[in-house]
C-alpha cells in the first residue's frame, strides 16, 4: 500500500482536507495529530476499517479503541446517558486530553470497544483533527498510531517509522504538544 502524505502544519488545505474525510467515509484508515499523541483513526460505523486499525497496529483484538468526536452533539450518537458529572468535566476539560467513559448505545460495534458495554470518548484540541471531524461529521474511534509495544508518535516521522505502507494516509500536524496520552 501507498501511503498518502498530508501537510498541514502551516495551513490547512481544503481541497486535501476534502479527501481526507471522503478517505474515512469510505473506509479508509489514517493517523492524525492530537494535542497529546498522534492517533490512528478509523470510521466508527464501519467495522471493516475498524479491523484495519488493529491489524496495522499489530493491537490485540480485546483492547478498546477510543472514540474522539468533534461537538458535544456527537455524544448524543454514541452514549445511552450523559451524567452530569461528566457533563461537568466536559464543559472544563474539553477540547483537551481528557476521556469520559459512558455506557455506549447498541449500535456501536462491540469490535471498537473490544465487546465492553462502555466507550471511552475524548474532545482533541488540534486544528487538524478539529476541522475533520466537525467539517465532516465525522466521528473516529482511534488509539496511538505506532505499532503495539512502541512508543506512542509525537510527530509524524514517529508514525512513518511504524506505519508507512500499512495505512491509506498520515497526516502532518506538527508535534504534539502534550506528548502522553
Not at 461537568?88 to 455506557?103: A, C, H, R, Y
Request: hydrophobic residues 40%; contains cysteine.
Amino acid at each position: 500500500m501507498n501511503t498518502q502524505y498530508y501537510d498541514f502544519r502551516h495551513k490547512l488545505n481544503e481541497a486535501e482536507l476534502d479527501e481526507i474525510i471522503e478517505a474515512y467515509k469510505e473506509g479508509e484508515v489514517l493517523a492524525f495529530p492530537t494535542e497529546t499523541v498522534y492517533g490512528l483513526g478509523a470510521d466508527i460505523f464501519n467495522e471493516e476499517a475498524i479491523a484495519r486499525i488493529y491489524q496495522a497496529k499489530k493491537r490485540p483484538q480485546d483492547n478498546p479503541l477510543i472514540a474522539h468526536i468533534g461537538n458535544e452533539a456527537a455524544l448524543e450518537k454514541l452514549a445511552l446517558e450523559i451524567p452530569e458529572t461528566a457533563r461537568t468535566l466536559m464543559s472544563v476539560f474539553w477540547p483537551g486530553p481528557l476521556t469520559i467513559i459512558l455506557k455506549k448505545k447498541p449500535e456501536i460495534s462491540s469490535a471498537a470497544t473490544a465487546g465492553l458495554p462502555s466507550i471511552g470518548i475524548r474532545m482533541p484540541d488540534h486544528p487538524v483533527i478539529e476541522s475533520i471531524l466537525v467539517k465532516g461529521s465525522l466521528i473516529l474511534v482511534a488509539p496511538s498510531a505506532n505499532l503495539s509495544g512502541s512508543p506512542s508518535p509525537t510527530a509524524m516521522e514517529h508514525v512513518r517509522e511504524d506505519l508507512d505502507g500499512r495505512v491509506y494516509g498520515i497526516i502532518d500536524g506538527g508535534p504534539c504538544e502534550e506528548g502522553i496520552e
